[in-house]
Every structure is written in structure tokens, then in C-alpha cells.
């Protein structure tokens, strides 16, 4: 092969060539490519209350299944013979100049997918500069994987509850660890009815999975003493620092008022949450359903996008999660107004299948995506992808 000419192809097309040529050394991916096979995959090898955790939804999971079919109603329509050879697929995302406009969603608990849970997933992220979300109650705690990302961008997710001091503790902690901005999540101010669950009669956190950051909390510590003396004391204190079926908007100033941090708000699925959102003190929203795992056969999160962006996107930042699977899903979203995605159980599967590396394989083929998903559009830069890029059927 000429590498010369190998080099002046873009970045996509030399990842997508490699793997063409390596196949003439019987060299092939390492992960299923297809997020249906690296799901299936992942099924075989995790126990099955793990998979079940990761990767069931509310009730008949028919709001998954809505994600899915939302997408699918949004088709777009490329356009020809315009000079698409040099492009970027970069962002610009609270005054951070990013490569891609990918994020990893906060999944919690990932020591169920592999030991090393969100230290591998930290390392293959500041690889790529995808900045990480990290969840209130990840495996690791926040101080061990900030200490992997250093200067990289990663972000702290607060499940937010009824305990105000654990929440400015906690806070804090996210902030004196260098994570650069606060995602909280309202949609999960009650368990959800996760029919796998249920049958599995599993919930991780009662066997201590995922609950490093309280274990590690002085202000948690406070109130349960020792957690090995007395589990139901620790889980009812847990369940209190967890979630707050009462909070309103107004609550949210005591997130607001703790830290100087941007605050994002996620699970925002309607307009008008979105401006009470604004109103109340967010710096950015993330329109998300949870990937389905909260209220079952709610809206598919694409579908609410464009009614948020008309409403409110000259007022605030809009960011999507819920269904990202390929780069055709990236697309879509950021011309109906989305600045950047977040992407969720692709990578778990690929950590439980291959650790770092199989969270790195996940990512690269993404971002490969993206890219080449933006040419074949006629597209050079997100400035380009705007809504009348897309046809809509019913």
C-alpha cells in the first residue's frame, strides 16, 4: 500500500482501511461491530443479574423500544457533489474545545461488567478525549478515577436525595477531584419497576456493589458508623442520600447555591421543564428518558428534542442521551439541536467483553462512524447539520 497516500486520507477512512487490511492477516475486530451482537455477546458472559441490571428497563421496556423506533422516524436526507474531503466532527462545549462531540454517559455500577469498572472506562476515554460522566454510584471512587483523568475533562452525575449535607459533601469532593461540571439526574426520584430485577430479586447495591462514594463519604460514615455492622441502617441511609420523591424546582438552589461548577439537568423530556430548568438556575439540560429505565412506555427521547430546541435552545445548552447506537443516531440528534451526545450501554458491554480496550474498540467505532456518516451526508462541520437535513415519516 502507498502510504503516502494511506496518510491523506482522513482519520475515519485510515481507521476503516486498517481494519480491512489486518482482515488480510485473518486479523478481525476484537468486538462485535453491531450494537445487537455486542449486546448478545455481553449476555453470554456476564452473570445474569448483571446483564439484567445493565441492561433491562422499566416494566415491558417498551420505552427502549420507543428510542429505538424514534430514530427511526428521522431519516436523513444527504446531499451530492459538495467538496466533503476535509472535515470536523469537533465541538465546542462549555468553553471546551472537544474532538468529537461524544460523551460517556454516567452508568453506575460497573464493577458488575468488569473489575477494573470505570478506571478502565477513564483510561480508554482520555485516549480519545471523550470526557466521562461518572455516576454517584460507581464501583471506584471519584477520587481514584479523577486521579486517571487529570487535565481530561470528566464530569460528576449526583443522584440527588434528601440528605442536603451528603449532597454538599459529595459535591465537594467532585469539585476539590478536578471534575469540571455537575449532571444531575431528576428522573429517578423513585425506583423504576424493572421487571428483570424483580425476577432476578437482585438489587446490586445491597451486596456493597456500587457504593463506593458513600462508603468513602465522611458525612455518610457520620451517620452509619461502621456499613458492616448494620446493613439496613446503611441502606436506609443510602436510600436517603439517594433519591427525594418530594423535591420541586425550588429545591434545586441547594445544588445551585454549593457549587461554582456548571449544573446540568438530566432527564429533561418537555419544554416546559426545560425553561423551569433555565429559570431555576441550570446551566445546561441533557434530554434524556434514561434509556428507558425509569417510566415504561413514556415518549422516545429524539422525538422530544426538536419541540425543547425550538423552545429553548438559544437560552441554554442542549445535550441528548437515550438510544445512541451508531453514528447515523449522532447525526440526527445534533441537527435537531443537539451540541453533543452521551452514549451508555455500547461502552459497558464493551468494557464486560474486553475491558479498556473493549471501551476503546466501542468508542473508535463510533467516532469512525460519525465521521463518515457526516460526508456521505454532504456535511463538513456540526454547523452544517441542521434540521432541514432530516425528513420526518410517520
Known sequence: MDTTIFRQLSGSMQYQLQIYFDGTQN?????????????QKASEIMKPEAFGYIAGSAGSEITTSNNKEAF?????????????SKRSIAIELFGMQLPTPVLL????????????????????????????????V???????????????????QLYWGRDNDFTRSIINRAENAGYSAIVVTLDTRLFAWRERDIQNAYLPFLY????????????????VGDPAKDKMKTMMQFAN????????WNDLSVIRD?????????????PDDAKKAIDYGADGIIVSNHGGRQLDGAIGAIDTLESIADAVANKTTILFDS????????????????????????????????????????????????????????????????????????
Request: glycine content about 8%; hydrophobic content about 45%; aromatic content about 8%.
Open 27 to 39: 486479523i478481525k475486530p476484537q468486538l462485535p461491530v453491531s450494537f445487537e451482537e455486542l449486546e
Open 258 to 270: 454549593s457549587t461554582k461548577l456548571p449544573v446540568i439537568v438530566k432527564g429533561i423530556q418537555h
Open 138 to 156: 460507581s464501583s471506584k471512587t471519584i477520587e481514584e478515577i479523577a486521579a486517571i483523568h487529570g487535565d481530561h475533562p470528566h464530569w460528576f
Open 323 to 394: 438510544g445512541i447506537r451508531r453514528g447515523a443516531d449522532v447525526f440526527k440528534a445534533m441537527a435537531l439541536g443537539a451540541k453533543a451526545v452521551l452514549l451508555g450501554r455500547p461502552y459497558v458491554y464493551g468494557l464486560a467483553l474486553a475491558g479498556e480496550q473493549g471501551v476503546a474498540e466501542v468508542i473508535g467505532n463510533l467516532l469512525a462512524d460519525i465521521d463518515l456518516t457526516m460526508g456521505l451526508a454532504g456535511c463538513t462541520s456540526w454547523s452544517e447539520v441542521t434540521k432541514d437535513r432530516l425528513h420526518f415519516q410517520q
Open 241 to 248: 442520600c439517594f433519591s427525594n420523591p418530594s423535591s420541586t
Open 72 to 84: 427511526n422516524h428521522w431519516q436523513i436526507v444527504p446531499r451530492m457533489m459538495g467538496d466533503v
Open 105 to 136: 454517559a454516567p452508568v453506575g455500577v460497573l464493577s458488575l461488567a468488569h473489575p477494573e469498572a470505570e478506571l478502565a472506562v477513564a483510561r480508554a476515554a482520555k485516549n480519545f478525549r471523550v470526557p466521562h460522566t461518572v455516576s454517584t
Open 208 to 223: 456493597n456493589e456500587g457504593l463506593a462514594n458513600y462508603f468513602s463519604d465522611p458525612v455518610f460514615l457520620s451517620k
